[in-house]
């Protein structure tokens, strides 16, 4: 199984709303990754979990928040958005090798459309 | 910092022809690896192949291969006998090597490719 699942695929929600975007994998996986990415851009990172902790977050404002549960689980709290957040959320995980490499692998994305 | 910088906004390729994608990359840490991704219009971000920053040979994955020149810090896809499902946006990503194993993919803006039939 190398597969990233990521619920739902697509969400609409208000600015005063209160959602979730979940992150599903059971590779064994240690690290665990948000991205954010713009219509025509690139991926940008959110926040990196290594081991269940947080261990980066990119200055993301508190109106999005991280959650790591287990090991399997990834979700991020989403509350009060402004339109400008209105994105393709990519989840990622890959194994932790100290030392060494190892590709990522990315669930399909939630397109959030903030209205 | 790390950087990558892919030059070309979009490329046109004809069908069963092959076709290079350029990735350039700067980084002062001796140990990195690079990745090629690929996004369909769908989003997955599709994984295609890996160079190690020691690896003596180019990488190869089917018709995909890593043309790898270390010190002009490239490191350029090149598809093979293209298909019009290639038609996609392609990605240059590198991570540094550290030792606590969690250093994040960086991307280029990426390159649009589309396969003419």
């Known amino acids: 199984d190398t597969e990233v699942t990521q619920t739902p695929k697509h969400l609409v929600m208000g600015m005063t709303n209160k959602k979730s975007l979940k992150c599903e994998q059971h590779m064994g996986h240690r690290a665990m990754y948000w991205y954010k990415q713009k219509a025509k851009k690139p991926p940008e990172l959110m926040f990196v979990?290594?081991?269940?902790?947080?261990?980066i977050n990119e200055s993301v404002p508190s109106r999005f928040s991280p959650e790591c549960p287990n090991s399997s689980l990834l979700n991020l709290h989403l509350h009060a958005l402004q339109p400008e957040d209105s994105a393709l959320y990519l989840c990622a995980s890959s194994q932790l090798i100290r030392g060494g490499d190892t590709e990522a692998f990315f669930g399909q994305g939630t397109r959030l459309t903030v209205v | 910092a790390q950087k990558i910088t892919q030059t070309q906004p979009g490329m046109f390729v004809q069908e069963k022809e092959a076709v290079t994608l350029d990735c350039t990359y700067d980084t002062s840490d001796p140990s990195y690896g690079l990745f090629w991704y690929k996004q369909p219009s769908s989003g997955e971000m599709i994984f295609l192949i890996y160079q190690g920053s020691y690896d003596q040979q180019n990488a190869t994955e089917g018709r995909y291969s890593l043309n790898f020149q270390k010190a002009r810090k490239s490191a350029n896809l090149v598809i093979s006998a293209s298909q019009l499902g290639d038609s996609a946006m392609y990605f240059c990503?590198?991570?540094?090597?550290?030792?606590?194993?969690?250093?994040?993919?960086?991307f280029g803006k990426g390159t649009r490719l589309s396969v003419i039939a």
């Open positions: 979990y290594s081991y269940e902790k947080l261990s």
């Open positions: 990503a590198m991570r540094e090597t550290s030792n606590s194993g969690n250093t994040p993919l960086v």
